[in-house]
């Protein structure tokens, strides 16, 4: 995403500095704004709220955040993904923040409606266990996003900050994906809420809870059929629409946020690819690096301050 805000255009724009703490530069658009926040000193407990869904990602630097109405209280580092939903506030400390290193961040606002109609539209398609199988549920999303959606934040830097043709119906696109990819990917705990209230459990339901337990092991997808209730080729069908992925790389996604979190606890790299089924060290440290944007070695060098 440096790469982007290191145009010419954007360099320039940035340079004209207001204020030292979360100096703000806006595009819009029908839809959704686009934000780009610099702050250029150490401050603490600095607000932020929206009326509307805020999509943040961290570009340089580290925040801590602060939600009280949850009690939530974390850093917010480069290739993760922070969503605020409407009305919810936050308050930020800088800790790192200085002239010659600011923290960077982006953030995009997107209005309810278009949440809805994004939702809707999945839901013409998705009828395997509710009507409203795709219904945004107002929550803290806090997550590590994976290489596909930072590359979608960097293209939409460009569409939003470039006056090139069709630039209101590229964004537009851009902003469905966003959206299906937050009730796709990075809100599985939202999906998995709102696919397990009264009423509205389906055996994909019961297929993600088994392949939750048994991560370590290679899927057996006659076996995810039959806890669906569904043949191969509807079963490969319905998942990829519900989440984005295939049953395989939901799996490695879900392997790789583990190891990830038992890396942050110091676990070693040999011993954590084998016990969560990677081939190799070195295959575990491809996709690990593909996933997240740094090595499985970087990890550990940065929870040990080295």
């Given amino acids: 995403m440096a790469a982007y805000l290191a145009t010419e255009k954007l360099i320039k724009q940035r340079q004209q500095i207001d204020v030292l703490i979360e100096n703000k530069l806006t595009f819009a658009a ?23 869904l805020l999509f943040c990602g961290m570009i340089s630097g580290k925040k801590i955040m602060h939600v009280g109405e949850c009690d939530y209280h974390k850093e917010f580092l480069p290739q993760q993904s922070f969503v605020l939903a409407p009305e919810q506030g936050v308050l930020i400390d800088f800790p790192e923040a200085s002239l010659h290193q600011p923290t960077t961040c982006l953030a995009i606002e997107i209005s309810r ?23 945004y549920t107002p929550q803290l999303v806090h997550t590590e996003h994976n290489q596909i959606t930072q590359n979608l934040l960097e293209r939409m830097v460009g569409l939003f900050s470039e006056n ?34 009264a009423g509205k459990e389906c055996g994909l339901t019961h297929v993600l809870e088994h392949i939750e337990h048994n ?25 990829k629409l519900a989440f984005g992925q295939s049953p395989a790389q939901w799996q490695q996604q879900l392997r790789l946020k583990k190891a990830y979190e038992q890396l942050k606890c110091g676990k070693p790299v040999s011993q ?31 929870i040990k301050g080295m």
Avoid: W
């Fill in 30 to 52: 029908d839809s959704a704004h686009l934000s780009i926040y610099d702050t250029y000193q150490d401050a603490q407990k600095v607000a932020l709220h929206s009326s509307e």
């Fill in 113 to 135: 409606d278009k949440i809805n109609q994004v939702a809707d539209a999945l839901n013409v398609k998705q009828q395997i266990c509710h009507d409203d199988f795709f219904h």
């Fill in 164 to 197: 090139e043709q069709d630039r209101q119906y590229l964004i537009d696109l851009s902003i469905n994906e966003l959206i299906t990819r937050l009730l796709q990917q990075q809100s599985r705990d939202l999906l998995l809420y709102n696919s397990q209230r």
């Fill in 215 to 239: 991560l370590t092991v290679p899927l057996n997808i006659d076996t995810l059929c039959k806890i669906a209730c569904m043949s191969r080729s509807k079963f490969y069908q319905q998942f």
């Fill in 272 to 302: 954590l690819c084998y016990e969560l089924g990677f081939a190799s060290p070195s295959h575990f440290s491809r996709l690990f690096k593909q996933a997240y944007g740094k090595t499985p070695k970087s990890v550990m060098m940065h």
